[in-house]
């Protein structure tokens, strides 16, 4: 396991077990986008595994959502199914409906853009739906597949940072080479 290297100051820690590249690369691709679903709580295991040697277990897990037209092509959302597997093997809940996306627009899938472009794209893409302010949980795991420029959970964590979460944690299944 090498250490991921990414910064923001409101994610206390992010386990990714793999590398993004062969083989690993292959599943993820089949998972998003052959439909191959199955590969959920595979992945989930491997996340599992080094989460019971680095980090608490969170009040919930906070899959990152797909903006909706993204859910209509695929028909699920990967980070949702991760968080389902790794909530039956680490306990907690799934929380789907505290991270709303708000971005309006409809946009280029990131793995096409370039990491400044990336990093502009999703500065604002989301909130938290706060109908009531007891339910915060104070500590949660974010949840998604790949971490590349850390842009995306950057942003869905200072969302919760400032709805009240009080300790926020990242898994992804695997990070590419900017953060070895």
């Known amino acids: 396991m090498h250490p991921v290297l990414f910064s923001n100051n409101n994610i206390k820690g992010v386990i990714a077990p793999f590398r993004y590249e062969h083989p690993t690369d292959h599943f993820i691709h089949a998972f998003k986008y052959q439909k191959q679903i ?5 992945l989930a295991y491997c996340i599992s595994r080094q989460w019971a040697f680095d980090f608490p277990s969170p009040d ?3 899959p990152i959502p797909l903006h909706a037209s993204r859910y209509r092509e695929r028909g699920f959302n990967q980070s949702q199914l991760l968080a389902r597997a790794l909530s039956k093997l680490r306990g ?6 505290l991270l709303k996306r708000v971005r309006t627009s409809y946009s280029v899938a990131q793995h096409k853009l370039s990491a400044d472009e990336r990093l502009s794209e999703v ?10 302010h007891k ?14 420029t850390g842009a995306t959970l950057s ?5 919760l940072h400032l709805a009240g979460v009080e300790e ?3 898994v992804v299944i695997a990070r590419t080479h900017r953060n070895i």
């Open 38 to 42: 199955h590969w959920a709580y595979t």
């Open 92 to 97: 907690g809940k799934v929380n789907n409906a």
């Open 168 to 170: 926020i944690y990242a």
């Open 60 to 62: 919930a897990w906070i």
């Open 135 to 148: 339910n915060i949980p104070k500590r949660v795991c974010l949840v998604d597949d790949v971490l590349t």
């Open 155 to 159: 942003s869905a964590a200072n969302a």
């Open 123 to 132: 500065i604002y893409n989301f909130a938290v739906n706060i109908s009531d």
